[in-house]
């Protein structure tokens, strides 16, 4: 007689047994074992939790709608909003919205916004997918100058209803508005902030938003002005890609209201920035233990602004240009590194120009950096 077990069952009726279970318990059977993680948050599977609501309806069906929302007991993960953005935002529209966000937020700590999309995910215990999200933004620039109305209606509406968030990803905002934001002050347990796709060319007329909380913030392809916006005074990851090219503008915006990071990422859009202007501002981050730096010309003598007292532990070069890789008082002014990386750089040849950095281009930096670890990409 064969022993028939649990997960000898086909894909598809694991799928329909996992149905009965409350969603906490879904993401809680994800870590039992690997088969069970890869059913549960494969393509397939994820979507069942997935409602898409359509908010161009008429005002009766909107209604309707909203009382059906109400009264069901059914969990989600993922909501997926479709509206018209030229269309007026109605205080029906707005209900549904609110309505969702609270089904979200109810059992979240954590929110992913796309709001090109205007899709709202809950992420709850499920590090992966989120790390996964963080690295990865859509970034395809949709401009919509029509309905802004709407949007940051639903960025205040999460900040209402989602008040003890511990992560807040906001994707492709597309928004110029420098009052967007203020809503953001109430999430006063918020660890994690990453915003992507925000233009403000003007300083906000309030003072920097207070997050008291806030460990990691990272602002992607945003104006310089953006670095004004928020205050946290235990912040110990700040990144940064900037859609300026002004470097010393962008670090005395960023030094205003940021400097107590261990851990800081620079990354810029123009490689005529040399690295040694940002390199002068870092006496302002008494803290800092690691430095990634991206997009910037790196020349010889790169290191000449850098005090020899500073702590830096790890250096991290993403798609630079260098003119060598023998730096002017590598040795001594970076004598507590540990781990030095090149990823996706380029080195001047003077024959055949740029090509990028090989295994035998770092040899004789291992030499005279025998006790740092030193990679050609980083993870």
């Given at each position: 007689m064969c022993?028939?077990?649990f997960?000898d069952?086909?894909?598809?009726?694991?799928c329909?047994?996992f149905?009965y279970?409350?969603?906490?318990?879904?993401?809680?059977?994800?870590?039992?074992?690997?088969r069970?993680?890869?059913?549960i948050?494969?393509?397939v599977?994820?979507?069942?939790?997935?409602?898409?609501?359509?908010?161009?309806?008429?005002?009766p069906v909107l209604k309707?709608?909203?009382?059906?929302l109400?009264?069901s007991?059914?969990?989600y993960?993922?909501?997926?909003?479709?509206?018209n953005?030229?269309?007026?935002?109605?205080?029906?529209r707005l209900r549904?919205?609110?309505?969702?966000?609270?089904?979200?937020?109810?059992?979240?700590?954590?929110?992913y916004?796309n709001m090109a999309d205007?899709?709202?995910?809950?992420?709850?215990?499920?590090?992966?997918?989120?790390g996964?999200?963080?690295?990865?933004?859509?970034?395809?620039?949709k401009?919509?100058?029509?309905?802004?109305?709407?949007?940051?209606s639903?960025?205040?509406?999460?900040c209402?209803?989602?008040v003890?968030?511990?992560?807040l990803?906001?994707?492709?905002?597309?928004?110029?508005?420098?009052?967007?934001?203020?809503?953001?002050?109430?999430?006063?347990?918020?660890?994690l902030?990453?915003i992507?796709?925000?233009?403000?060319?003007?300083?906000?007329?309030e003072?920097p938003i207070?997050?008291?909380?806030?460990?990691?913030?990272?602002?992607i392809?945003?104006?310089d002005?953006?670095?004004?916006?928020?205050?946290?005074?235990?912040?110990?990851?700040?990144?940064?890609?900037?859609?300026?090219?002004?470097?010393?503008?962008?670090m005395?915006f960023?030094?205003?209201?940021?400097?107590?990071?261990?851990?800081?990422?620079?990354?810029?859009?123009?490689?005529?920035?040399?690295?040694e202007?940002?390199f002068g501002?870092?006496d302002?981050f008494?803290n800092?233990?690691a430095?990634?730096?991206?997009g910037v010309?790196?020349p010889?003598?790169v290191?000449n602004q850098?005090?020899?007292?500073n702590?830096l532990?790890k250096?991290?070069?993403?798609?630079?240009?260098?003119?060598?890789?023998?730096?002017?008082?590598l040795?001594?002014?970076?004598?507590?590194?540990r781990?030095?990386?090149?990823d996706?750089?380029?080195?001047?040849?003077?024959q055949?120009?740029?090509?990028?950095?090989?295994?035998?281009?770092?040899?004789e930096?291992?030499?005279?950096?025998?006790?740092?670890?030193?990679?050609?990409?980083?993870?």
């Open positions: 022993e028939f077990h997960n069952l086909p894909f598809e009726l694991m329909e047994i149905d279970l409350p969603l906490r318990d879904v993401k809680n059977a994800a870590i039992v074992c690997r069970w993680n890869a059913i948050f494969s393509e599977y994820i979507h069942r939790f997935q409602l898409l609501v359509n908010l161009d309806h008429s005002l309707q709608m909203a009382q059906l109400e009264a007991d059914r969990e993960y993922s909501v997926v909003l479709r509206a953005l030229g269309s007026p935002l109605t205080e029906a549904i919205v609110k309505l969702m966000i609270r089904l979200l937020a109810d059992r979240a700590e954590s929110l916004f205007f899709r709202i995910e809950s992420c709850v215990s499920e590090r992966l997918l989120r996964r999200k963080l690295q990865v933004i859509d970034t395809r620039a401009y919509i100058p029509l309905g802004m109305g709407l949007k940051e639903m960025l205040g509406a999460i209402e209803y989602a003890d968030l511990v992560d990803v906001i994707a492709e905002m597309n928004i110029n508005n420098p009052k967007a934001l203020v809503p953001l002050s109430s999430l006063r347990h918020l660890k902030l990453l992507s796709d925000y233009y403000p060319y003007v300083k906000p007329p003072p207070v997050l008291p909380c806030l460990e990691n913030l990272s602002l392809k945003v104006t002005e953006s670095c004004h916006f928020f205050r946290a005074d235990n912040l110990k990851r700040f990144f940064i890609h900037s859609t300026g090219t002004d470097a010393p503008r962008t005395d960023i030094t205003q209201n940021i400097t107590g990071v261990s851990r800081l990422c620079l990354h810029f859009t123009a490689r005529s920035i040399q690295a202007v940002i501002w870092l302002r008494p800092l233990l430095l990634e730096l991206a010309a790196l010889v003598n290191l850098l005090n020899p007292t702590r532990q250096l991290i070069f993403a798609s630079c240009h260098l003119e060598a890789m023998r730096l002017d008082g040795d001594v002014k970076l004598s507590r590194l781990l030095l990386c090149f996706g750089c380029s080195l001047f040849h003077k055949t120009g740029f090509h990028p950095v090989h295994y035998e281009d770092i040899e930096l291992r030499q005279t950096l025998p006790n740092c670890t030193i990679m050609l990409d980083y993870d």
